[in-house]
């Protein structure tokens, strides 16, 4: 069944099936399609049927025009239309069909013969064949295109032959005489022009000059019908695109400054690592272009991201970073100014607001720091233009833009590219559609595409989110000019995805220092032969004399005399500030040197009057007709006694904190999987009307007419890509408390290059503050080794601070400048005033960390993990570690055991000590913030009860948690006079037990030796 017999069929009495299945019979090749209802272009793109890619909706077309004009198709068309609808007997609505003659002439001869002998088969075969053969080339023309520079293209069609070119006319039942035949165009295709038809082999002709020249276009998956029709009409119309003289001078400049940046640096430092754009010069006015077009359709922002390749010449070249400021990286003998480890030369950032000189507008570029971590930049990117966007009310992405560039190893291989891809779409974190360059030099290191990917580009990963792909040859300039505009475009036009894919070589080997031939012997053969692409596009515009010879070598002079004298001015640089390679300034939030302005920590505390109301807001439902849940309703009421009481449970604790927050106009943004609700179904951020569809309220944005907006958005099922995504946001802005929750503690793992690269060492590497917050699910609840423990060890192990030395600082100024020091901040907190404070802290000071917080399961309904209102008032603060408080606090010098903990075991010890009746001669403290460690605060305990032994309790297992960072920095605090005790799980390689029983075993076991004051008597 096909197409046709769905459109015959329609005009009855004719039993155009019959005719048609003979046909089918003949040509199996072309017309063996699958029943699909009529289709017009109204109907849903998913329904389309070209995305099996070889349907034809050509006759239907024709039938469909015809039923609104009947003098809209060809006369043979519509006296058969018309006989058939006139109920003609099978057969006999045929009327001579028009001879396909050989020309246009004899096309609209052949229309007065009309009425002639009937062979309307032919006719539609032969339409039907040409018309498949269109699309053929639409859909994989790009096989057939010289992409590759050096003509040795790793991207093998083996599998999938393309009958295209006039050689292949018999695949589709035509034949040599049918070349000069005149067809119809349909109306899929651009390529008449101005002709509704032409002959076959001009019909081919010009499919060959679309799709299988310099540029292969990929787009036939998309499934959306206008969007295809917009890149046929940008790649088809004939003529092409026609670059003026002066385009083609830019050009020029744009490639001699690409190529004589990287020749320079050669020529200079010819030992110096600096991943060179050799083979792959386009790249720079193909960012240039991008840029410029983009500037046009009105984007005054643009963030990029990328990596190790042709980085220096992007800062030089497209950011404009100074050259002395580059050129003075490769001096050893340069200082650095800035505390902190920084980073080499082609992994720093930079931020740059200047005109863009072909618009005349302003346009500020950024390029964002990033690890040697291939690829794992693109989410932070993204996070960060997503902010962008926010701040400026940028809705719809008009003038903020991402741009991400790749390599065609790393596109293809890393995770993250897909995950990012993901994001793309969601409203909560869609950048309105990034510009993806692959500088595809055909090699990752030394390892060849056959041996580093199973797809045949290195893009294919992009056709997920229906981006189309544009393949284009980088020794062509104008060509990747071309495309680039396209991509630019299509980003204006559609706000979604779309790849360059820059297939070019490298030249040298990896780095300068690489020898490529020990692996690659064959292929660095041909590069060795292969001439530059500046020399080559030089040569074609002095040629056509586009340009002269002389012009063209002034332009170089030129380019090398300004390297030149910044290299001159390079050498006066003694030292270098990482600070001038900031990607996110923070204007007036530092000191003009870049410190904090003050060393404050004010009162994290609210008023009574605060606190009730954001209280009433989390307990009630602020909109009209809007039926929530039974199950909600109690959970609102018991909110409402609690705040009646004047106590907050956990929930609570984090709504006053968000919600003060935002009262003070500071915007607030929770994301992570199933947030909205809450993995443990405590908090209910967002309500759901039971009985409308999709119709939902957030009460947070309900609060104050002046209030900042919350955002709280459940994410796509990627912790890599979500929590780089939300670190990006994080640092566009430091009025913004940004936290990203993991589902379970656990799964931040899959999230870890953004912790160990980015978030752990950011300030270090790139003097970036960040005050993202991690909330991360964990404790030991007998729920198996999956789901029980956030790994605090592995946060722990990553802090500054030493284990050996206690703080010289004075102790008005510890908490606060403890803080400023350390790489991040890590707690456990016990209760929900303190987590109150902890959130608020993270803005009302005056500086940006990290904070990870370890979140509890089993406490958000604990009855005694609840705070009063009295620990949140005015002048109340975070406290980093709560003592003992009860009857072994009055009578300290009985006191035998002071048990340090943190987290939800404190409730276990609490209980067992009541048990035990142990309240007078165990004292209980919790550490609530284990780094920056409190020293200050543990000596004060540990000095109030001399008589007392000291054990680290904990209910994690003994190599994990947090004991091995603890104990040093016990034995630190006290002087090493003491030892310090250890009650816990044992070793071991599982984070917990799958079995309840033995959870429980080991709970009572490790509570035993905490209160058995001879548990450590035979170790002594
Ligand atoms: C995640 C990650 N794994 C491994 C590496 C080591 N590495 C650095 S460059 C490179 C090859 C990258 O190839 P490609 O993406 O094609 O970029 P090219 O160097 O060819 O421009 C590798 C494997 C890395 N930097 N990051
Ligand atoms: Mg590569």
């Known amino acids: 069944m096909h197409r046709l017999r769905t459109c015959a069929s329609r005009l009855r009495p004719l039993t155009a099936s019959q005719t048609v299945q003979s046909l089918s019979q003949q040509r199996p090749a072309v017309i063996n399609r699958t029943l699909q209802p009529i289709r017009r272009y109204t109907a849903p793109v998913a329904a389309e049927p070209f995305l099996n890619g070889t349907s034809s909706n050509y006759v239907e077309e024709m039938y469909l025009a015809w039923l609104e004009d009947p003098k809209s198709v060809h006369k043979s068309w519509d006296v058969f239309f018309r006989n058939a609808n006139a109920g003609a007997p099978p057969g006999t609505a045929h009327q001579s069909p028009p001879p396909l003659g050989t020309s246009l002439a004899s096309l609209t001869q052949a229309q007065s013969l009309v009425g002639a002998q009937p062979n309307v088969e032919k006719l539609v075969e032969d339409h039907l064949a040409v018309q498949s053969l269109i699309r053929a080339y639409q859909v994989m023309g790009h096989h057939n295109a010289q992409l590759d520079p ?409 380019y090398d005399k300004i390297c030149e004298e910044a290299h001159a001015r390079s050498k006066d640089e003694k030292i270098l500030h990482i600070k001038h390679w900031l990607d996110s300034p923070w204007p007036g939030f530092f000191t003009l040197d870049g410190q904090s302005k003050s060393m404050s920590a004010p009162s994290t505390g609210l008023t009574e009057e605060e606190l009730s109301h954001i209280g009433q807001v989390a307990s009630s439902v602020p909109v009209e007709d809007f039926t929530i849940h039974g199950g909600l309703s109690r959970v609102l009421k018991s909110r409402g006694e609690m705040i009646r009481n004047r106590t907050v449970d956990w929930a609570l604790g984090e709504y006053m904190a968000f919600g003060s927050l935002l009262k003070e106009g500071i915007h607030v943004r929770l994301s992570g999987q199933d947030v909205e609700r809450g993995t443990f179904s405590h908090r209910h951020h967002v309500l759901h009307d039971q009985n409308v569809d999709k119709r939902t309220c957030i009460p947070m944005n309900h609060m104050d007419p002046n209030q900042a907006p919350y955002t709280v958005c459940n994410s796509s099922l990627s912790e890599y890509g979500v929590l780089g995504f939300e670190l990006g946001f994080a640092m566009a802005s430091p009025n913004a408390l940004v936290l990203w929750e993991a589902q379970f503690g656990d799964f931040h793992n899959t999230a870890q290059c953004i912790i160990d690269q980015f978030i752990c060492p950011g300030q270090a590497k790139w003097v970036r503050q960040n005050g993202i917050v991690l909330l991360l699910p964990h404790g030991m609840e007998g729920m198996g080794p999956e789901h029980s423990s956030a790994r605090p060890e592995r946060f722990l192990q990553m802090c500054n601070d030493d284990p050996d030395v206690y703080p010289k600082i004075k102790p008005e100024d510890f908490a606060v400048q403890q803080l400023i020091d350390c790489n991040w901040i890590v707690v456990n907190i016990s209760n929900p005033a303190n987590l109150f404070h902890v959130l608020r802290r993270q803005i009302l000071y005056p500086f940006r960390k990290p904070l990870i917080i370890f979140t509890p399961k089993s406490l958000l309904r604990h009855p005694e993990a609840k705070s009063n209102f009295d620990e949140m008032l005015p002048g109340t603060h975070f406290q980093r570690l709560i003592s003992e408080a009860g009857p072994a606090a009055d009578n300290p010098a009985d006191v035998k055991r002071i048990v340090f903990c943190t987290g939800k075991v404190y409730y276990e010890l609490n209980r067992e000590r009541k048990t035990r009746g142990m309240e007078n001669t165990v004292a209980i403290s919790r550490i609530e913030q284990l780094s920056p460690f409190p020293f200050d605060l543990v000596k004060s305990e540990t000095e109030k009860y001399p008589n007392a032994d000291i054990v680290w309790c904990q209910e994690e297992h003994k190599n994990q948690g947090y004991y091995d960072y603890v104990k040093p920095r016990m034995r630190t605090t006290i002087a090493r006079i003491k030892p310090v005790w250890y009650a816990g799980r044992g070793s071991a390689a599982a984070p917990a037990t799958g079995n309840k029983k033995a959870h429980l075993l080991e709970l009572s076991r490790f509570l035993n030796t905490a209160f058995d004051l001879d548990a450590f008597k035979e170790h002594e």
């Open 150 to 558: 050096l003509g040795i293209s790793c991207v093998n069609f083996d599998d999938a032959p393309v009958n295209t070119g006039f050689q292949h006319v018999g695949f589709y039942g035509l034949d040599e005489s049918d070349l000069d035949k005149v067809f119809r165009l349909p109306t899929t295709t651009f390529i008449g022009g101005e002709e509704s038809a032409l002959p076959l082999r001009e019909i081919i002709r010009r499919l060959e000059m679309a799709y299988c020249q310099h540029i292969g276009v990929e787009f036939m998956f998309i499934n959306d019908l206008d969007q295809c029709q917009w890149i046929r009409e940008k790649f088809e119309r004939p003529g092409g695109r026609h670059f003026t003289i002066e385009e083609k001078r830019t050009l020029l400049a744009r490639m001699i400054r690409s190529t004589r940046f990287e020749e320079f640096l050669q020529r200079k430092w010819s030992s110096e690592k600096r991943f060179g754009l050799e083979g792959c010069e386009s790249l720079i006015p193909a960012l240039k272009t991008i840029i410029d077009k983009s500037s046009e359709n009105g984007v005054e922002n643009v963030i990029m991201g990328m990596p190790h390749r042709g980085r220096l010449n992007v800062l030089a070249n497209v950011i404009r970073k100074e050259l002395e400021q580059i050129f003075c990286q490769f001096d050893s003998k340069l200082e650095a100014a800035d505390e902190g480890s920084g980073d080499v030369k082609y992994h720093l950032g930079m931020y740059h607001r200047r005109i863009n000189r072909v618009t005349d507008r302003n346009i500020t570029l950024s390029l964002v720091a990033n690890p040697s971590h291939l690829e794992a930049v693109n989410p932070v990117v993204q996070g960060k233009c997503k902010a962008e966007q926010f701040y400026c009310g940028d809705t719809d992405g008009k003038r903020v833009m991402s741009v991400l560039l790749h390599g065609d190893a790393a596109f293809a291989g890393q995770g993250i590219v897909y995950e990012t891809f993901h994001l793309s779409d969601l409203p909560s974190y869609t950048t309105h559609g990034t510009v993806h360059v692959v500088a595809n030099n055909q090699i990752g290191f030394t390892t060849d595409p056959r041996m580093a990917r199973s797809s045949p580009y290195p893009t294919d990963v992009a056709r997920v989110v229906n981006a189309p792909i544009f393949h284009v040859n980088a020794d062509d300039p104008e060509a990747v000019a071309y495309v680039c505009e396209v991509a630019a475009e299509w980003r204006a036009t559609f706000h979604k995805d779309v790849v360059v894919d820059l297939v070019c070589y490298r030249r040298n080997g990896h780095n300068e220092m690489d020898e490529p031939m020990f692996t690659q012997p064959l292929m660095y053969k041909t590069i060795k032969k292969q001439k530059g692409v500046m020399l080559k596009y030089a040569e074609k515009l002095i040629e056509e004399g586009s340009v002269t010879r002389q012009e063209y070598e002034e332009e170089i002079a030129k």
